[in-house]
C-alpha cells in the first residue's frame, strides 16, 4: 500500500514555475476531514454515465469513490442517463411514470480529531422529460464545473479523442445557456476559454507522445488498447506499457499538461 492510499491523501505534479502558486493553494484551503469515501446509489431505471466500472455496481446504479481528504472548497458531482429500453423492460420499470428520481449519498470520514463518521443525504429530485423545461432551469456554473472535470479525467486518462468529442458536447450544452443573462454569458465565455486551453495543451501533449511511439489510447485497433483495457487499474496498465520498453505514458506528461489539467479539476 502506499502512502498515500494509506493517509487518504492525494499526489499532486506541478510544474516548477507554478511550485509556489500551487503550495498557496493547497494551504489556502485547510482540511476538515480525512479517508473521505462517498459512494452514491440512484434508482434502478438510471445509470452513472462516464465513470470508471470499476467504481459501479448494482447495474451501474451505485458509484463508490475515494476522495481522500476534503477542505471547505471541495464538491462532488456525476452524471447519469436513463437506461436501455431492453434494462428498463427487464426491470419492469416504466420511465413515462417517473417524476422524481429517489437518490441517496452516504459520506464515510474522519474528523480532525480522528472520530470515524457518516452521514447520509437523501433526495429526491424532480425530472422531465422535456428538454427546453431543463435548459430552462439548468445551473450554468454547475454544468461548466462538471464539463471542466469530465473533459481533464480523459485528458489525464490520456483518451484524447474522447477529451475533444466531451469538450464539444459540454461546449454545445453550454452555449444553449449562455444569452439567458449576462451572468451565464460570462460564465459560458469562461469556460469556452478553458476548454480551448485544455484543448491546445492536448494537442502539443499528442504530438510529443506519437513522435515517442505512443498510440492513441481511444483507437480499438487490433494492437491498440481496448475499452476494457482503458478501465484497466492503473498498475495493470503501466507494466503493459513498460513491455513496449517505453516509459508509463504519464511519465512522458509535460509540465505544462498536468497543470492545466490540475486547474481544471479544481476549478470551481
Sequence with gaps: MSVTEASGGDILRVAPENVSEEFANILSNDVIATHVTVEVTLYKAVQFKNEDSSCLSFGKSRLHKKVGNATSASSFSFGYNLKSDEELNALMADKQSLQFLPMQAVFTYKSLEGMKCIRVINRRQPITFNK?????????????????????????????????????????????????????????????????????????????????????????????????????????????????????????????????????????
Design 132 to 268: 427546453q423545461e431543463a435548459q430552462q432551469n439548468a445551473k450554468v456554473d454547475l454544468l461548466a464545473r462538471a464539463g471542466r472535470r469530465q473533459a481533464a479525467k480523459f485528458a489525464e486518462q490520456g483518451r484524447y479523442e474522447d477529451m475533444r468529442l466531451c469538450a464539444s458536447e459540454w461546449k454545445n450544452e453550454i452555449s444553449q445557456q449562455e444569452l439567458k443573462n449576462s451572468n451565464n454569458l460570462k460564465m459560458a465565455q469562461e469556460f469556452h476559454a478553458d476548454l480551448d486551453d485544455l484543448q491546445q495543451e492536448v494537442f502539443e501533449q499528442e504530438c510529443l507522445e506519437r513522435q515517442m511511439g505512443y498510440e492513441a489510447m481511444d483507437d480499438c485497433e487490433e494492437g491498440l488498447m481496448n475499452f476494457e483495457e482503458m478501465n484497466m487499474p492503473r498498475e495493470v496498465l503501466a507494466k503493459e506499457e513498460k513491455k513496449s520498453s517505453k516509459p508509463e505514458r504519464r511519465e512522458v506528461f509535460q509540465d505544462k499538461f498536468i497543470s492545466k489539467v490540475n486547474k481544471m479539476q479544481k476549478k470551481n
